[in-house]
Structures are given as structure tokens and as C-alpha cells.
């Protein structure tokens, strides 16, 4: 990913935001009324407003030095979504079991991290890029593997490598269960703030866009 900085956005602001995924969905009523719609992306689009979780002014300073180190729009970051930030349902402990990565086929090595929303009529399986380092759980046919004995972690894309002499054979199934951060930009480049307003109550905007690896 072109200009990207592996630094996490401040997480006790990112927690307090306002925000969730996004579709793009044309829609066109024929002559009889009926309705085509298609999708012109394959994956959602997350964004948020991180303004409602500026509630002091530490806080509100600290996202003006993080804005101006990511020279507002130019470089990427990690982003922690609240409601979505791990392969298990909420509330639950992550398991090597949570996600079906692929089956092994005696010869491919690596496998990327994905999450599957849904089943019964249409899954989504999301690609996951930036898992974080130390989260990620692996397991073959039932089997949980080791990180650095069976298998190596590229936690800047989400890529689970299996080292030689354990690649996962015909057949085996390969899972995974990890927290991760989404990777995001700033959508402005001009941060408007207004220490009469936010002193009032008043939440400055502060919108961040997720964006593709």
C-alpha cells in the first residue's frame, strides 16, 4: 500500500466515534416498475466520524498532531472500529476456529486473512489487512499451529505463510481467529476547529474513510 503509516489512530477518541460500513448500490426501475440493482464495489466501505469521540481538549490536540503527521489525506493508518474489530462475535475470546481461511492442498503456503458475515444467502467474506501482531491463531484440520514454528504472520497485509515441512496437506482445513485494524485515511485535508464552539459543546467533524491495501 502506497503511503502508509502502521500507527494506530488514538483509541480512546477512535472508540467514542460514529460510523460503519458503506455500499454502492445502483438502482433502476424498468417500465414495468420492477427494479434492477446492482453493486459497482465487491467490498462495503467503512467511515466515520471521529469528532464524537473528542470529548476534551488533550484529546482534540492530540488528533491535530496525529492529522498533521499523516499530512491530512497523504498517508494511511490503522483504525480500531468498536463494533467490529475481531474474527469472533462480540464478547467472545478469539479462537484459532472462528475463520475459514482456504484447504490445503499439499503445495500453497500462504493464505490470507478473511472474516465471513452471513451464510444462509449471500456470505461476504472481507479481506482483513492488518491484523495485529500477536493476535493471530492458526489451525490445520482441528490443529492448532505455532507462530514461528509452523507458520509466519505478515502483519502489515494479513498474509499467514506456512513454513516448509508444514504446509497443510489435501484436504486439511485451514482456520484462524485474530483482532484487527482497519486501514483508513483522513477525508479532508482541512481540520476546522473552533475552540469557542467545542468549549459550547460543539463537536468538530473530523471524517476518516477506509481505504484498500
Do not use: C
Not at 485474530?178 to 485535508?189: E, G, L, M, Q
Request: glycine fraction near 10%.
Amino acid at each position: 500500500m502506497p503511503a502508509f503509516h502502521e500507527t494506530l489512530f488514538p483509541l480512546d477518541i477512535a472508540l467514542g466515534a460514529a460510523g460503519g460500513p458503506e455500499r454502492a448500490t445502483e438502482i433502476v426501475t424498468t417500465l414495468t416498475g420492477r427494479e434492477e440493482r446492482n453493486t459497482r464495489l465487491a467490498h462495503s466501505r467503512r467511515r466515520w466520524d471521529a469528532g464524537y469521540g473528542v470529548k476534551s481538549l488533550a484529546q482534540l490536540s492530540a488528533v491535530v498532531a496525529f492529522f498533521e503527521e499523516r499530512r491530512g489525506r497523504l498517508y494511511g493508518f490503522r483504525w480500531r472500529d468498536r463494533l467490529d474489530h475481531a474474527s469472533a462475535a462480540p464478547g467472545a475470546q478469539v479462537s484459532p476456529f472462528d475463520q475459514a481461511l482456504g484447504t490445503g492442498d499439499g503445495v500453497r503456503t500462504a493464505f490470507a486473512l478473511t472474516k465471513t458475515y452471513g451464510g444462509a444467502h449471500a456470505p461476504y467474506v472481507r479481506p482483513i489487512a492488518k491484523p495485529v501482531a500477536g493476535s493471530v491463531l492458526v489451525a490445520v484440520n482441528g490443529a492448532e499451529r505455532t507462530e514461528g514454528v509452523h507458520f509466519t504472520l505478515d502483519a502489515t497485509s494479513g498474509l499467514v505463510t506456512f513454513l516448509a515441512g508444514h504446509v497443510p496437506g489435501p484436504g486439511q482445513a485451514v482456520t484462524a481467529g485474530f483482532r484487527f485494524d482497519v486501514p483508513v485515511r483522513f477525508d479532508t485535508d482541512f481540520l476546522e476547529v473552533n475552540l469557542t464552539a467545542f468549549e459550547a459543546g460543539a463537536i468538530p467533524r473530523i471524517p476518516v474513510l477506509e481505504i484498500r491495501p
